[in-house]
């Protein structure tokens, strides 16, 4: 971008953390552009988590941060140029340090003991905006959408796991898991064929 012949240059951050991270470190890239003053004769001032009338610190680019705090964080970067004018309009970006996992919570599931070889789950998350990932039995976990279903399963016992993962990239630690087993359809006992009704006679004995 150019700065307009206006007398001020202009700032633009091109590098940050995602919007939300559970990283405590920020590193930011700038740079701006001026109608009189080279670029690279530019200098920076910035700010962090403070309220944009307070003091400004000089700086370069790239610009990093570490031990913040899990929460919300704002930064502000302007550029001044050889003549001392200053952006009227510093580069600012927002994110959030979000450390804690989310946690997961099935809804919805088949009956423990079934005979169906089908099976639904419905699942949600404590942080809004999750993603999902999903495992059954000893298989690995994929991404997945609530709900989940499954068909043509065996006749056994079967577990089910699902795990949210926040916006910032925390994935659940303990996966919500639900156990349980499809039996087989038939009816139960042997057969010993047509019934049939025998006439009983006495026996005598002779001592």
Known sequence: MVAAPNGAPDTQITGNPLAATPSAAATFTFTGSDDVTPAGSLTFQCQLDVADTAAWTACTSPRSHSGLTTGSHIFRVRAVDGSGNVDPQPAVYTWVIDQTAPETVISANPGATTTSTSASFSFSSSEAGSTFECALDAGAYAACTTPKAYSGLSVAAHTFRVRAIDAAGNVDGSPA????????????GTSCGTAQTVSSVADSWIE
């Open 177 to 188: 898991t639900y156990a349980w087993t499809i039996q087989s359809g038939g009816g139960g």
